[in-house]
């Protein structure tokens, strides 16, 4: 089965860090540029951070900028998003997506993306 399978998520006190990971089963990563998403309750899903196949990252304006940092480490077929500082506000499940570019990540349409994970869970609170 080709998937995408996010981990990693949890409950945090504010100022915490956590590092999501996005593994794929049935194929490999190598070829792909990973972004990652997060939804909130009642808010529209918002791109925080992208990484090309070749490891250059695009990190989302703003608040996320300096906090997100996105990694990949193809031996495990795997990308990381490592958050720090983590914020009430960050609360949000929080996906990745697979497609062949980072161009314009936070605009395309979720039919646009190759492969999506179910999301995982990040909770900020005290």
């Known amino acids: 089965q080709l998937q995408l399978v996010e981990s990693g998520g949890g409950v945090v006190q504010p100022g915490g860090s956590l590092r999501l990971s996005c593994a794929a089963s049935?194929?490999?990563?190598?070829?792909?540029?990973i972004a990652w998403f997060r939804q909130a309750p009642g808010k529209e899903r918002e791109g925080v951070s992208c990484?090309?196949?070749?490891?250059?990252?695009?990190n989302n304006a703003g608040d996320v900028s300096g906090r997100f940092s996105t990694s990949r480490e193809n031996a495990k077929n795997t990308v990381y998003l490592q958050i720090d500082g983590l914020k009430p506000e960050d609360t949000a499940v929080y996906y990745c997506?697979?497609?062949?570019?980072?161009?314009?990540?936070?605009?395309?349409?979720?039919?646009?993306?190759?492969?999506w994970g179910q999301g995982t869970q990040v909770t900020v609170s005290s």
């Open positions: 049935g194929f490999t990563l190598d070829d792909y540029a």
């Open positions: 990484i090309t196949s070749s490891g250059e990252t695009r």
């Open positions: 997506a697979a497609h062949y570019s980072c161009v314009g990540y936070k605009f395309r349409k979720r039919y646009e993306y190759d492969y």
